[in-house]
């Protein structure tokens, strides 16, 4: 199906309901629901007027809810980029327990941060009749979810926005975090500081640098280019990015590294430094508090972050039709220890 | 449908092939594959001896192999007990690569450590058509499976054994790894030694718990049933029991923790005592070798097990029919110096 074949998306909101077919052929909405599902009881001519109606108007029959009321057991599914991040496993397990309070079960894959991969996925998913997909988007074109989506599949995306078409995204506050994060490494006297982070084709990692580059203006510093890297998040990509943030005769005095992968690696980095380097990272992880120094970060609420997208699919599920909505959910600074160690020169 | 009427378990090298269908009716296999799909050139008598050959001997189309062969883009399941554990982060990927360097998908689902849960998971994903299931199994009757398993699904148990069913399964050497654990212990001076360990019902919490009676009963040392306590990995639990175990005039001079989720908990209640307690931990963990003191762990190969698993259950799809195997991959003792504290009292 080509683009121009399919036709301009459609959105929720507009997504021309049964309500809307009976009204253009003139007839109850009950007649329209025995022509849909082929219940006898209809005259010929009359069927005929409904179906011109579903022609013109592009009507689809919503599977999903369909599904639901027939008490076939529900499922959801959830795209993740990572499976072994253990940022999602909060995100995932709130997502499970909504879709268990709704009685669906939930189905996971990971794109592995790869588009084809992403759409092969959904795509498998939606031939698999979930009712519903949250979705932790590799790609940055979401199009071809434009047949489901008619169809009467609910999409939520979750962490990075949805790319080309409008859907309802739960993010967290990755700029605001980001900038909280920079400012207090600044108020502790840091004029020279770093940040490493993740690929730049990915929405939280271009916001976190944003919100870095703010922090560093608000203050009226200057930004070497040496002292921003983004990539993979592979450990000897890290160590390198420090390395060369770190040789030379102006070295950066602080890290601000952009996701829980990077700052375990810079907890190595620093744990192998004869003096002292400043750190905050970007997402809490487990034992942060344990190691020596303990890790000053900004914190996600993966768990609300989850919760509130799974809510919003039953919400659609639910048939509630109201245009896309976009909900941020905020950061929270903890601060530990490495992030209020001053700078070495000062 | 009743045990009886499924009759006895089929198992993969007695279940009944084409080739099985072709000697019995005196037809050749060509033949047998045409009445089995539908096609046409086949006289009606022959179709009806063939039919009478299937009933006899209960064949099953083989739809996995099928589906793989027409095109259609293969599934694998893999169900989990909890996802977010960290211990199934590698091993996840693992069955993941595999999958992809084999052209198929992975879909993933949580029982969340309920049998219930994993039976309706896995009915839900056989419904959905995958083409083979790798299951960390929470419940110990698998029997529910075998009516999938005889229509040719393929199935292989990852970290914990089927039960009453006959499948392939890869297994840590559980038992082998917490006698290593314990004996280690008791090699640095340790008579009195606490065991911490997940719910009875889960195969690996008894085979570490065995593991440690084993290692105790090799050097002659008693068990008081109070070093003992098996149940939730969850945090007050955990802290409950250690507590218990360091009251009283004869308190454990070291803890064994029976999986990271023990771990983690009782790494920080290390931390908050004033005197040195020896510990050694099954699974190794991220950040394990930065706190302090660094844990001594016995490391499993999540990522191996999920490989071997995976790979077994590819050589299924491909059609290879021999007895149901048993693989157990070796542990690996790691001392940090947790597991080298001297007891207080020597």
Redesign the interface.
């Known amino acids: 199906m080509t683009d121009t074949a399919r036709g301009t998306a459609r959105r929720y909101g507009t997504r021309p309901t049964m309500k809307d077919v009976a009204a253009r052929a003139g007839v109850g909405l009950k007649t329209v629901s025995r022509v849909v599902n082929g219940e006898p009881g209809v005259t010929p001519d009359t069927e005929r007027r409904v179906q011109e109606a579903i022609t013109t108007l592009g009507f689809r029959r919503n599977d999903s809810a369909r599904i639901l009321r027939k008490g076939r057991?529900a499922?959801i599914g959830l795209v993740l980029e990572?499976?072994?991040?253990?940022f999602y496993?909060?995100l995932?397990?709130a997502v499970?327990e909504v879709a268990?309070s709704h009685g669906a079960?939930?189905?996971?894959?990971?794109s592995?941060e790869d588009p084809a991969?992403e759409q092969?996925?959904v795509l498998?998913?939606c031939a698999?009749?979930v009712d519903g997909l949250v979705i932790i988007p590799a790609g940055d074109d979401h199009r071809y979810l434009e047949p489901e989506i008619a169809a009467g599949i609910a999409t939520v995306f979750v962490d990075r926005p949805a790319g080309r078409i409008d859907a309802d995204v739960v993010l967290s506050d990755s700029f605001g975090g980001a900038r909280e994060a920079v400012a207090h490494l600044i108020a502790h006297g840091h004029r020279r500081i770093g940040f490493i982070g993740d690929q730049p084709r990915i929405h939280t990692a271009m916001e976190r640098l944003r919100g870095y580059r703010t922090a560093m203006a608000e203050a009226g510093l200057p930004i070497d280019a040496s002292w921003v890297a983004l990539g993979s998040t592979a450990p000897e990509r890290v160590r390198a990015a420090a390395a060369a943030m770190l040789a030379g005769p102006e070295p950066v005095t602080a890290l601000f590294s952009g996701n829980n992968r990077v700052t375990?690696t810079a907890?190595?980095i620093l744990?192998e430094r004869p003096r002292p380097l400043a750190l905050v990272g970007f997402d809490d992880?487990?034992?942060a508090d344990?190691?020596?120094p303990a890790i000053t970060v900004v914190a996600q609420d993966a768990a609300r972050m989850g919760r509130t997208a799974a809510g919003l699919l039953f919400r659609r599920l639910d048939g509630i039709e109201e245009p896309p909505c976009r909900v941020e959910i905020p950061t929270r600074l903890i601060t530990r220890g490495s992030g209020e160690i001053p700078p070495e020169d000062v």
Chains 1, 2 share one sequence.
Do not use: Y
């Open positions: 057991t499922s990572d499976l072994a991040d253990p496993g909060p995932n397990r499970e268990r079960l939930l189905i996971n894959g990971s592995a991969r092969e996925l498998a998913l698999r009749r375990v907890v190595r744990g992880f487990e034992l344990l190691v020596s």
